[in-house]
């Protein structure tokens, strides 16, 4: 079938950079996997001439892999979008034409839609550059990716296909975002859809306009901190009061860099002074990393978390410090502010513990001790050019970065354990009664008995844990969390055409007692339910189970779940 | 290919950022890769030694594609000649798998 499309045209010089040629239209033949090119320079050409790089059918853009397109023998590639969403909104609006704003990376192109007599989708007129910098392409970007226009939001989830690198590293497609300019007769309709512009460029530089006066927002300003509480804790169950105190530090850390800075300078004193570092304490697999990437991932801050024992009396081994920056740099998508603002976790710090009578390896603990107290004292280091998408080193300044070191500290915590077990019998429970007591306090003191140098404590301002999982909490994560290893598996399996799954209490009794029998958090969940998956695979995606009922769950299925493959001999 | 933590990402973000990372590697069609990467645990530790080969075996047993599977086991071979911490399982699954080539066997799962 022929289907009018929509694309890019590129070429590769021979220093392997990309630049956009034209935007053109298409007819694609899918059966025979061919095109025509209709407008402009390229007019006539076929799959001959230039290549073609497949798009996907189920999503906006496919992102090809550079290295394929280097491979390619032509000096031109073409890159075809998916414009069927075009027509659908141009049919259901009965819009006579319509507009497409490519938003690259350092260039914005306005392009003109009509439909023909056959109702083909056609450029009106030649397309418009118009040149604006990187920042009120962001500003242009979050100005139409307002939520709260309700109005604006047809063209939103063509917003949110965001494409990137799919053109290389000078010339990046952000966004496209889709107006519909309507036809005036259509009265109720046009109530009933966004309203169109009637200059684009001037509304464009009115908006260039605000950008320059108005410099970008900082994260603080528009966080909704117990919005993401309450999202991260759907998500990591049974550790409301750890997310609590992470979202708030880390925000209140963004809210104090705000305020250093709005005198315009950065005080580094003050800001040492007011800004906490963290330390979170909790046994492996109870969500330490999950909960601060998606705190991470919901601030829009950029996170790296680096394990203490890479450390040495020399500096870091394996990666350098300034790999820890150029990661947190490639994050933030070259943007040096947002990368010192970023969070920098060092985990296994309970591993650089060291006792002061211990017989080996005290003094290389207490030099990497030293070591990573210098590096969260804050300083400026020069990242290297391929850390910066634009060329060039930069000077990396870590005050603003917000400092979590984080550990299992398993000794101390089975020291308290003990401690609290040998109390309660101490103070005349029976071994009949029920131990009514289940926590225990620590401070500072505890863990700088532990190991711990003194003088992190002069920066860690705030301690907070984990709490470790029994069968019931694990029951709670399999059934309510949004992440959960079992919602997880009901998904693939209705992939495949399933009416999903049913289970009994049994059932998770089971998975929650296997889980907890791996002592590796929750993750033991995981490698339960991806057990029962591996062997119930073959048979799901072939067909093999009912599908006019959901697939029952039965504690069976554990009995063979630890059956990795069989050999041959 | 990248081998990211996601643990902290729904199914449908996990799903999605694995299948665009092996469709940035193979030719596959985006309903296949989000197939294939519902299939995965997810990545929740630093040690991904299973996670990689799990994901290719898994593209070598239901991708059809004959091009798309000489070259996942040229890339499952040359990852296990370059790997540095070799395990009794994984030495096995090749094992399987150069058998698997030599005598028409169905493929192995990792």
């Known amino acids: ?569 | 290919m990248k081998y990211k933590y996601n643990g902290h990402l729904t199914f449908e973000e996990r799903v999605d950022e694995v299948a665009n990372e092996i469709i940035k590697v193979y030719p596959v069609d985006k309903e296949t890769a989000l197939k294939l990467a519902a299939m995965e645990e997810v990545i929740s530790s630093s040690n991904i030694i299973d996670i990689k080969y799990k994901r290719l075996s898994n593209i070598l047993r239901y991708v059809n594609d004959e091009n798309i599977k000489s070259r996942v086991i040229k890339d499952i071979l040359n990852e296990y000649k370059n790997e540095k911490e070799k395990n009794t399982r994984l030495d096995d699954y090749i094992s399987n798998l150069v058998d698997s080539l030599k005598y028409n066997l169905d493929l192995p799962i990792y």
Do not use: W
């Not at chain 1, 990137?164 to 309709?189: D, F, H, W, Y």
């Not at chain 1, 308290?416 to 429970?429: A, C, N, P």
């Not at chain 1, 969390?481 to 089971?510: C, H, Q, R, W």
């Open chain 1, 1 to 569: 079938m022929v289907k009018n499309k929509f694309g890019a045209i590129y070429s590769v010089d021979s220093d392997g950079k990309y630049s956009l040629t034209e935007i053109v239209f298409v007819d694609y033949d899918d059966a025979i996997d061919d095109f025509k090119i209709k407008t402009g320079e390229f007019k006539g050409d076929t799959k001959k001439e230039i290549d073609l790089i497949k798009t996907n059918t189920n999503d906006f853009l496919s992102v090809p892999n550079k290295i394929e397109l280097e491979e390619e023998k032509n000096d031109k590639s073409l890159i075809l979008f998916e414009n069927d969403y075009l027509n659908e909104i141009m049919d259901k609006y009965d819009c006579e034409e319509s507009e497409a704003i490519l938003i690259l990376s350092n260039k914005l192109i306005k392009i003109l839609f009509e439909k023909d007599e056959n109702g083909n989708l056609m450029t009106k007129e030649d397309d418009t550059e118009l040149e604006f910098s990187l920042d009120d392409v962001n500003s242009i970007y979050n100005d139409y990716n307002d939520e709260e226009d309700e109005e604006q939001n047809y063209g939103m989830d063509v917003i949110d296909k965001v494409i990137s690198q799919c053109l290389g590293a000078s010339v990046r497609v952000q966004s496209m975002n889709v107006k519909i300019t309507l036809n005036p007769e259509n009265k109720e309709k046009n109530e009933a859809a966004t309203k169109p512009s009637d200059n684009v460029f001037k509304e464009l530089d009115d908006i260039k306009e605000r950008a320059l006066s108005n410099p970008p927002a900082s994260p603080a300003s528009s966080i909704d901190p117990k919005k993401i509480i309450s999202e991260t804790s759907k998500k990591i169950v049974g550790q409301e009061n750890t997310i609590k105190v992470l979202v708030n530090q880390i925000y209140n850390n963004q809210m104090i860099i705000d305020d250093v800075l709005k005198d315009g300078e950065l005080d580094v004193t003050e800001l040492d002074s007011r800004k906490a570092s963290i330390l979170l304490d909790g046994e492996t697999g109870t969500g330490k990393t999950a909960i601060l990437k998606d705190i991470a991932k919901q601030l829009g801050l950029p996170i790296v978390i680096a394990s203490s024992t890479n450390f040495s009396g020399t500096g870091y081994v394996g990666a350098s410090v300034t790999d820890l920056l150029k990661d947190l740099l490639e994050q933030a998508d070259g943007d040096l502010d947002m990368a010192e603002r970023g969070i920098i976790v060092f985990d296994e710090v309970d591993k650089i513990a060291f006792q002061k009578n211990a017989i080996a390896g005290v003094d290389m603990k207490e030099e990497v001790q030293h070591e990573l107290l210098t590096f969260i004292g804050g300083g400026e280091y020069e990242v290297a050019k391929d850390g910066y998408p634009f060329g060039g080193s930069v000077k990396f300044n870590t005050s603003k970065n917000t400092f979590i070191l984080s550990g299992a500290f398993t000794n101390l915590r089975e020291e308290k354990i003990e401690s609290v077990k040998k109390s309660s019998h101490v103070m005349g429970f029976s071994a009949n009664e029920e131990v009514v007591k289940n926590e225990y306090t620590v401070t500072p003191e505890d863990y700088i008995r532990y190991g711990l140098m003194r003088e992190f404590f002069g920066r860690i301002k705030v301690l907070t844990s984990t709490n470790s999982y029994n069968i019931d909490d694990f029951k709670n994560i399999l059934i309510n969390s949004k992440i959960s290893p079992l919602a997880n598996f009901e998904k693939t399996v209705k992939m495949y055409g399933y009416k999903g799954i049913n289970y009994s209490d049994e059932f998770l009794n089971k998975v929650a007692e296997e889980g907890i029998s791996m002592k590796t958090g929750a993750r033991g969940l995981q490698t339960v339910m991806s057990g029962i998956l591996n062997n119930m695979l073959d048979g799901l995606i072939n067909g093999e189970f009912d599908k006019d009922k959901p697939i029952t769950l039965t504690p069976e299925l554990l009995d063979n779940y630890k059956k990795i493959f069989t050999r041959k001999f």
